[in-house]
């Protein structure tokens, strides 16, 4: 015990893999310790095992067990003396407590810490537990003030998408295997479900839909009703209710029904009686998620209804149980848009298709809208859609999960970008109109009890969640801005990062900055001024590919040729889309001078050399952002680098890999985006840094062993535009070059391509030392979405810092290429102190 106390005081915490996330209930020093008061036991006022009160009285139990390490006893009746007394107000008035809190909503509940009695009153029992957990964040954070307030939700929908498959993989997921799913069943052991359950109740979330909402009618056989039944009891004592997605073909293709038209007498009484079925094995189910008629999913216009005939269908059923329908707003046609005619815009999809459907839905339909039009893209203006339901409740959809942000291997933290969504004023009918705090919370249109917020999240078997542990405060945040939007990114940030890693001050200024600066670091250098993330939105929407957002009719275009770029999505001259917008928001888009520059090129169509609000033109703007990005993205591992013996080696280790790998590939984006406007405008860098890299020996300029020079696809991903690959599959091979800087202490990056399918192994010498040597299998250590090509998603470097070199020295890589990987090089960088190339 006193070896622990030791190295707890000098701060060399035991490994930890992240699995308990911001729920460590990490040690507290005993200095800090000594001045916790907490009441020697905890009341609850539920003794049924399977209640929220029952688990809020384990865990407070665990939790100051692990904080301040004291013993405390259950029970479940209230006595003499001081307690910490959990219940809802019902238990509190039944038991003869009597307590004074102002108005709970559903889900509220009030935390008194004053006097020598802790209350945590909830309005139902999920509110206790989360009063439970709130109690238990303040003392984690040595936070022991006394406080007495009550809270409630700004809304009542604060739900999960899980995009699992039923065969285990999950869409855009980076973290593993599904954790609900394996061989198109549910699982059989539970046990993450009941752990990711517990930390979805600590940030407040009280719904998840667990599978994909491109959904397998498979879902609803009788083995999988029994087994979605047990996650639904695993998950219901943290009062998370589950729900799931729906196949709108279900009753044809799993039904044997000649149809799926939602008006059909046959399709209505299916639908019904497997509803029914449903509730009888999962009496609490939140409801269903639906996804019609978008990127190839059947529904209700096959039959030529409405998306409201289709969404009241699923209504009817569900209304007898209490359940609600979540009906998608991501309806496009992804097949038949044309860029040649100018005012084609997808943007335009989801208001065309429900501006007049507002008062078709059923009371129980909530219409989920993406927080922009297009697709979670790196900025987008808010979704118009908010401004045109008004009689339809609706809720907006986020992406904790990053797919276009970096996958999880870039440091995103998100809570700022959706708060620039959050906090717009759509100014509906000239009137205030805030998307968070009016219309998600209800408050607009007078919706309240049905609107509200989900995210997209890819929660897998690996133990950190979400594949990096840096991640997991967007999912923090995303539960602690769905219960109040107005709370402020850097105290949720600050909250998580004691809960995460101490309480050190250092820790938390760190990483404070680092997530802070990390959005604007991705804007800047996969795609600015509102043109999207520049990622490959054919392939996996990982790495740069700027070509492919035209040409095609997924409609995310950019329209850049030799002269201009960007969307007109003006009324006088464009899409119109603007025009969706109430008037005021509208003037501002329509109008080039008041558009924000970083909405610039979403809005307006512009020469290369239109000169923005900040002086400069926009070609220059786009160079800029992208070096001042990758810029920004290297400091992440040096600044990463100083927590050394702060934070547990394990977690160290494993952020201090990814960072680097972001510096890296931060720089690949650079030089893809840059090199093709580059090469597209034929404007040159004022700064002349475009295509000059002083610093790097290219690969192929190099003298080869084993190797050849080859072109890249797309050009603008190898350095040079050239890089070597081995000849051979085997076959060992080496590039090799005498340098000629001045003698100095540099780091040496080299830069490669790590593909799927194939773990190729290199080794680094300077006059036939070894500096290093190391393998291509990012496959395994980073969980991206994976890709079989020489491209930008596969394009990493590896660095090896502060290596002594002087005129003369020989660098060589000796490589083996192993299956796909021949052990394909670019360049090496030989870099003075604080350069970034
Ligand atoms: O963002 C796109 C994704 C698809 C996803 C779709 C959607 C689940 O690339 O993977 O499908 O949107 O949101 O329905």
Redesign the pocket.
Known sequence: MRGLWFLAILGLVAAEDGLNAWLRYARLPCNIVKQAAVPPNIVALNATKISPIYVASQELQKGIKGILGKSLNVTHETSEGPSIVVGTIAAFTDSGISIETPELEEDGFWLSTKGDTVEIVGQNERGALYGAFEYLSMLAQANFTEVAYATNPSAAIRWINQ?DNMDGTI??GYAGLSIFFKDNALVSNVTRVAEYARLLASIRVNGIIIN???ANAMILSDTNMAGLAKVADAMRPWGVKIGISLNFASPQTFGGLNTFDPLDKSVIAWWTGITDKLYKHVPDLAGFLV?AN??GQPGPLTYNRTLSDGANLFAKAVKPHGGIVMF?A?VYDYQNLNESNWKADRANAAVDFFRDLDDKFDDNVVVQV?YGPI??QVREAPSPLFAHLKQTASAIELQVTQ?YLGQQCHLVYLPPLWKEILNFDLRIDGEKSVIGSDILSGKRFNKKGLTGYAAVVNVGQNATWLGTHLAMSNLYGYGRLAWDPTVDEVAILEDWTRLTFGLDDTIRETITRMSMESWPAYENYTGNLGIQTLTDITGP?FGPNPQSMDNNPWGQWTRADAFSIGMDRTVKNGTGYAGQYPAEVAAMFEDIETTPDDLLLWFHHVPYTHVLKNGKTVIQHFYDAHYAGAETAATFSVQWAKLQGLIDQQRFDEMAFRLTYQAGHAIVWRDAINEFYHNLSGIADAQDRVGKHPWRVEAESMTLRGYRVTAVNPFEVASGLRIVQSVGNSSSASVSVTLNYTAGTYDLAVAYYDLYEGKASYELFLNDKSIGSWVGDNEDRLGFTLTRGIDGHSATRITFKGVEIKEGDVVRVDAKANGRETAPLDYIAVLPPGVVD
Do not use: A, G, Q
Request: charged residues 50%.
């Open positions: 995009w869409e855009r994909n909402v491109n996804k978008s990127e998608r991501f993406k697709d979670f797919e929407h």
